[in-house]
């Protein structure tokens, strides 16, 4: 059974930046596609960033193109989500997910496995 664990959220400024991290356990992920998805205050949850298994292939909901980069680290067991130029509308908890499905994970579909949530809180 394995475990997905996630930190380094906090409360940020607008403009400013955070680096979320995911450290899988329990199971060997590398053959999982790993993503980051959030859901903010009375909203439904919604995809943010997906990264296949082996890093070449990246996705990302529109509205964070260009400000946040998603990557992997296989021989550590680590997915960081970078997010840079933050927005207050960015407010919201951040949840790391695992599936053996690349579309599951960019449809924003239920995966396999979930974290249970960093808080990211941006104010204005």
């Known amino acids: 059974q394995g475990t997905l664990v996630e930190s380094g959220g906090g409360l940020v400024q607008a403009g400013g930046s955070l680096r979320l991290s995911c450290a899988a356990s329990?199971?060997?992920?590398?053959?999982?596609?790993m993503g980051w998805f959030r859901q903010a205050p009375g909203k439904e949850r919604e995809f943010v960033a997906a990264i296949s298994w082996n890093g070449r292939s990246t996705r990302y909901t529109d509205s964070v193109t260009g400000r946040f980069t998603i990557s992997r680290d296989n021989a550590k067991n680590m997915v960081d989500l970078q997010m840079n130029s933050l927005k207050p509308e960015d407010t919201a908890i951040y949840y790391c997910?695992?599936?053996?499905?690349?579309?599951?994970?960019?449809?924003?579909?239920?995966?396999?496995?979930w974290g249970q949530g960093t808080q990211v809180t941006v104010s204005s």
């Open positions: 329990g199971r060997t992920f590398t053959s999982y596609h």
């Open positions: 997910a695992a599936d053996r499905s690349y579309g599951v994970l960019v449809q924003g579909a239920d995966a396999d496995y």
